[in-house]
């Protein structure tokens, strides 16, 4: 059963690939709607029986035997958090499905077969247990996500984000994939375990060890979109269509955040450079330098998909100082965390997915007030912004307070200032684009000198625009309850934190790969947050409607013009600006600063 | 001795192509430079991979007219750099159709006149 959730998808996108443009669209619909719940089946099944002991499968069945200890096979190595991922993936492109049924009407086979295609990719990197075998599904992913991303081929914008983002996640896919030749090179083994446990025997020298770690992660943080990585990822959303928004905002992007924190674990968590004190302090750098910077960008947007593409890119930072602690804990509050966000993501992207559909913009000056009639989708997008902003009952709430435990507990209490400034920005910026569209207030006009970009989105859908049909709002609606109940249940959190405890304990996927047998340390109960952060709850809140407030008042002449802190707000804006610059020449130039500063952090601090 | 010459001297090239590659993305001027940049780059993954799996003075890895019990080099870098090829080459077709729909529809094939998304 260990790899049906990569081949099922894979064979029916390979039938569809052969009789697809003979079936008509509802056909279409329903085989990859059931598809998906398929997967979503197999996976929480196989999370399942993976509670106590880690499955490992190997292809063709290629295992290591007792007299050569070398796996030359290809493994998964699955366990709950691996297949739990491959699930939440699958349910997220079950609502993308389910809200494509009455969107995209030009949408041919070719949609499916790829979203299929996407699925597989990343249900095969949640559960890969080899190096190579990542770097593939990655590529696979990227190929699917670009094809996706420039799906309505006839805009040039789309081309654009598409090309963008496909030579960024490429030269990121090229450094990792030097970085597992120079770790072959030394280990002669691909399989992460393997690989782990040699590094650890044998005394390489501490600068080849961070090297090597921050090529093969070079790929996984251009997929994850952190600083200064990120830039690819405001274009590719800002024009991909709106369903697969969601999959890239809502699982794509954490993915990369997983695979780094997979492969810091089980690979070179061991091996004693790069030193943990290093890697700490190089993730908490990275983490707060998205989380803020995401956040601020964020709230000086008016196309409301870039918007949320750079509330993406701030949550990402949240989820990477979460595992910067390298603490079971802090890992526990991301994997809460990404749950929560990105249920919360897509739902939010449907919401705009609808916007589109009823008044052919999602641009927030261009709408202002023209939505009125779309009250209960302005609430839900109020939801949203609230879940956004880590309140309660939303699990990015459990998921940011576990994170501010671990912190605490880590001596790092300064990383929840981050995380309240990413919060209130966040939701203030949802806040204040749900107000001005869906209520009208503020005025309508964009600041004249220092706007953020017009950008033209056309309509993805034809026909009635007059209503909103029943699939695209029940999904948003889903969406936001699954968000609120997951993480109610302190079985759920508690289970969770178990999990990451022996995600971080690679003895056990040694034991587990090695010599598949399987063992069980008895771990303490993990301390799960207590939810008495009533005042920073509050102080959130109130945060996030004053500054949505003061943002809808900015937009008259006369405040501007004497305010201070408007001008110097004005003036980030304007700098970010500049960086943003829509070439893939000027990112790529950023990606290779990044890596250089990366790795001279890594180095010095190793 | 010849096989750390040839380690030293591959692995220099791989660092000198990946760089190079680096510089002309991002000065590219065109995307169809910008796509062969790109498999430039690519070009340093396969020096860097035979580099990696070379072993002095041994032959291919075809045991049809050798014992199988022989050394040759090694037979799963190979295996990596074929799978290396075939995902770069759909990547880089995608990029090519790219190139076509950006210059059917504006005319240019400059990077730098496409950018309608700044900020």
Same mark, same amino acid.
């Given at each position: 059963?260990?790899?049906?959730?990569?081949?099922?998808?894979?064979? $029916?996108?390979?039938?569809?690939?052969?009789?697809?443009?003979?079936?008509? =669209?509802?056909?279409?619909?329903?085989?990859?709607?059931?598809?998906?719940?398929?997967?979503?089946?197999?996976?929480?099944?196989?999370?399942?029986?993976?509670?106590?002991?880690?499955?490992?499968?190997?292809?063709?069945?290629?295992?290591?035997?007792?007299?050569?200890?070398?796996?030359?096979?290809?493994?998964?190595?699955? &366990?709950?958090?691996?297949?739990?991922?491959?699930?939440?993936?699958?349910?997220?492109?079950?609502?993308?499905?389910?809200?494509?049924? @009455?969107?995209?009407?030009?949408?041919?086979?070719?949609?499916?077969?790829?979203?299929?295609?996407?699925?597989?990719?990343?249900?095969?990197?949640?559960?890969?247990?080899?190096?190579?075998? %990542?770097?593939?599904?990655?590529?696979?992913?990227?190929?699917?996500?670009?094809?996706?991303?420039?799906?309505?081929?006839?805009?040039?914008?789309?081309?654009?984000?598409?090309?963008?983002?496909?030579?960024?996640?490429?030269?990121?896919?090229?450094?990792?994939?030097?970085?597992?030749?120079?770790?072959?090179?030394?280990?002669?083994?691909?399989?992460? $375990?393997?690989?782990?446990?040699?590094?650890?025997?044998?005394?390489?020298?501490?600068?080849?060890?961070?090297?090597?770690?921050?090529?093969?992660?070079?790929?996984?943080?251009?997929?994850?979109?952190?600083?200064?990585?990120?830039?690819?990822?405001?274009?590719?959303?800002?024009?991909?269509?709106?369903?697969?928004?969601?999959?890239?905002?809502?699982?794509?992007?954490?993915?990369?955040?997983?695979?780094?924190?997979?492969?810091?674990?089980?690979?070179?968590?061991?091996?004693?450079?790069?030193?943990?004190?290093?890697?700490?302090?190089?993730?908490?750098? $990275?983490?707060?330098?998205?989380?803020?910077?995401?956040?601020?960008?964020?709230?000086?947007?008016?196309?409301?998909?870039?918007?949320?593409?750079?509330?993406?890119?701030?949550?990402?930072?949240? %989820?990477?100082?979460?595992?910067?602690?390298?603490?079971?804990?802090?890992?526990?509050?991301?994997?809460?965390?990404?749950?929560?966000?990105?249920?919360?993501?897509?739902?939010?992207?449907?919401?705009?997915?609808?916007?589109?559909?009823?008044?052919? @913009?999602? &641009?927030?000056?261009?709408?202002?007030?023209?939505?009125?009639?779309?009250?209960?989708?302005?609430?839900?997008?109020?939801?949203?912004?609230?879940?956004?902003?880590?309140?309660?009952?939303?699990?990015?709430?459990?998921?940011?307070?576990?994170?501010?435990?671990?912190?605490?507990?880590?001596?790092?209490?300064?990383?929840?200032?981050?995380?309240?400034?990413?919060?209130?920005?966040?939701?203030?910026?949802?806040?204040?684009?749900?107000?001005?569209?869906?209520?009208?207030?503020?005025?309508?006009?964009?600041?004249?000198?220092?706007?953020?970009?017009?950008?033209?989105?056309? =309509?993805?859908?034809?026909?009635?625009?007059?209503?909103?049909?029943?699939?695209?709002?029940?999904?948003?609606?889903?969406?936001?309850?699954?968000?609120?109940?997951?993480?109610?249940?302190?079985?759920?959190?508690?289970?969770?934190?178990?999990?990451?405890? =022996?995600?971080?304990?690679?003895?056990?996927?040694?034991?587990?790969?090695?010599?598949?047998?399987?063992?069980?340390?008895?771990?303490?109960?993990?301390?799960?947050?207590?939810?008495?952060?009533?005042?920073?709850?509050?102080? $959130?809140?109130?945060?996030?409607?004053?500054?949505?407030?003061?943002?809808?008042?900015?937009?008259?002449?006369?405040?501007?013009?004497?305010?201070?802190?408007?001008?110097?707000?004005?003036?980030?804006?304007?700098?970010?600006?500049?960086?943003?610059?829509?070439?893939?020449?000027?990112?790529?130039?950023?990606?290779?600063?990044?890596?250089?500063?990366?790795?001279?952090?890594?180095?010095?601090? =190793? | 001795?010849?096989?750390?010459?040839?380690?030293?001297?591959?692995?220099?090239?791989?660092?000198?192509?990946?760089?190079?590659?680096?510089?002309?993305?991002?000065?590219?001027?065109?995307?169809?430079?910008?796509? /062969?940049?790109?498999?430039?780059?690519?070009?340093?993954?396969?020096?860097?991979?035979?580099?990696?799996?070379?072993?002095?003075? /041994? +032959?291919?890895?075809?045991?049809?007219?050798?014992?199988?019990?022989?050394?040759?080099?090694? +037979?799963?870098?190979?295996?990596?750099?074929?799978?290396?090829?075939?995902?770069?080459?759909?990547?880089?077709?995608?990029?090519?159709?790219?190139?076509?729909?950006?210059?059917?529809?504006?005319?240019?094939?400059? +990077?730098?006149?496409?950018?309608?998304?700044?900020?």
């Amino acid at each position: 059963m260990a790899p049906l959730p990569v081949v099922i998808p894979l064979i $029916v996108a390979a039938v569809l690939a052969g009789v697809g443009s003979h079936l008509p =669209r509802r056909v279409l619909d329903l085989t990859a709607l059931i598809t998906s719940a398929g997967v979503v089946a197999i996976s929480v099944l196989l999370a399942n029986a993976s509670v106590h002991h880690v499955i490992v499968y190997w292809f063709g069945n290629w295992q290591p035997t007792a007299h050569s200890h070398f796996p030359i096979g290809i493994c998964f190595m699955i &366990d709950p958090i691996g297949a739990g991922l491959a699930a939440f993936t699958s349910v997220l492109v079950f609502a993308a499905f389910t809200f494509s049924w @009455s969107y995209f009407e030009s949408a041919k086979a070719l949609y499916h077969i790829l979203m299929l295609v996407f699925l597989a990719a990343m249900c095969g990197l949640c559960l890969s247990g080899d190096l190579f075998n %990542m770097f593939v599904w990655f590529e696979l992913m990227t190929a699917a996500g670009v094809a996706l991303c420039g799906y309505k081929s006839e805009e040039g914008h789309s081309m654009q984000g598409a090309l963008n983002f496909a030579v960024l996640n490429t030269v990121g896919a090229f450094l990792s994939l030097s970085g597992v030749a120079l770790v072959y090179a030394f280990t002669g083994s691909l399989n992460l $375990v393997e690989v782990g446990v040699t590094l650890a025997q044998h005394r390489l020298s501490s600068e080849f060890l961070c090297v090597a770690f921050l090529f093969i992660l070079s790929g996984f943080l251009v997929k994850a979109a952190v600083f200064p990585f990120h830039f690819w990822l405001a274009d590719a959303h800002a024009v991909a269509p709106t369903p697969v928004c969601v999959i890239f905002s809502g699982v794509m992007v954490e993915l990369g955040v997983y695979a780094a924190a997979r492969i810091y674990w089980v690979v070179f968590s061991q091996a004693s450079a790069p030193s943990a004190a290093a890697v700490r302090t190089l993730f908490l750098i $990275v983490g707060s330098c998205t989380a803020v910077l995401g956040a601020l960008f964020c709230f000086g947007q008016r196309h409301f998909k870039r918007l949320l593409a750079f509330s993406t890119i701030s949550h990402v930072g949240v %989820m990477t100082l979460g595992f910067a602690v390298l603490d079971p804990a802090g890992l526990a509050g991301t994997t809460l965390y990404l749950i929560g966000h990105g249920l919360v993501k897509a739902a939010l992207f449907i919401g705009a997915g609808i916007v589109l559909h009823r008044c052919g @913009s999602v &641009d927030e000056f261009d709408l202002r007030g023209r939505c009125r009639a779309l009250a209960p989708i302005g609430a839900m997008v109020v939801l949203g912004a609230i879940g956004l902003a880590g309140l309660p009952p939303f699990a990015t709430s459990f998921g940011e307070k576990t994170i501010e435990m671990a912190a605490h507990h880590a001596h790092q209490g300064w990383i929840a200032a981050v995380l309240i400034i990413a919060e209130i920005f966040t939701g203030a910026a949802v806040l204040r684009f749900a107000a001005r569209v869906f209520v009208g207030w503020g005025k309508g006009r964009e600041l004249p000198l220092h706007g953020a970009p017009h950008i033209h989105t056309d =309509r993805e859908t034809t026909g009635q625009h007059s209503r909103v049909p029943v699939f695209m709002w029940v999904p948003m609606l889903a969406l936001l309850g699954g968000a609120c109940v997951i993480s109610i249940p302190s079985t759920v959190r508690s289970g969770i934190g178990r999990q990451l405890q =022996r995600f971080e304990t690679p003895a056990i996927y040694q034991d587990s790969v090695l010599l598949a047998r399987s063992t069980e340390p008895q771990y303490p109960e993990p301390e799960t947050a207590p939810l008495d952060f009533g005042l920073e709850n509050a102080g $959130v809140l109130v945060g996030m409607i004053l500054l949505a407030g003061l943002a809808l008042a900015a937009g008259s002449d006369e405040f501007r013009a004497e305010d201070p802190a408007a001008r110097t707000w004005l003036g980030i804006q304007t700098i970010f600006r500049r960086l943003q610059s829509g070439r893939v020449g000027d990112y790529v130039a950023w990606f290779t600063i990044g890596i250089a500063v990366y790795g001279a952090i890594l180095v010095l601090l =190793r | 001795m010849q096989g750390q010459i040839i380690f030293y001297a591959g692995f220099a090239v791989a660092v000198w192509l990946f760089l190079i590659g680096l510089y002309g993305i991002v000065s590219s001027r065109h995307l169809v430079h910008l796509c /062969l940049s790109l498999t430039v780059v690519q070009a340093s993954t396969y020096v860097l991979l035979a580099v990696v799996g070379y072993r002095p003075g /041994l +032959p291919a890895p075809i045991f049809v007219t050798m014992p199988a019990t022989s050394s040759a080099v090694d +037979p799963v870098i190979q295996a990596l750099m074929l799978t290396d090829v075939v995902v770069e080459a759909t990547v880089i077709a995608l990029l090519l159709s790219i190139t076509v729909r950006v210059h059917r529809r504006t005319a240019s094939a400059d +990077p730098n006149e496409v950018d309608l998304m700044r900020g």
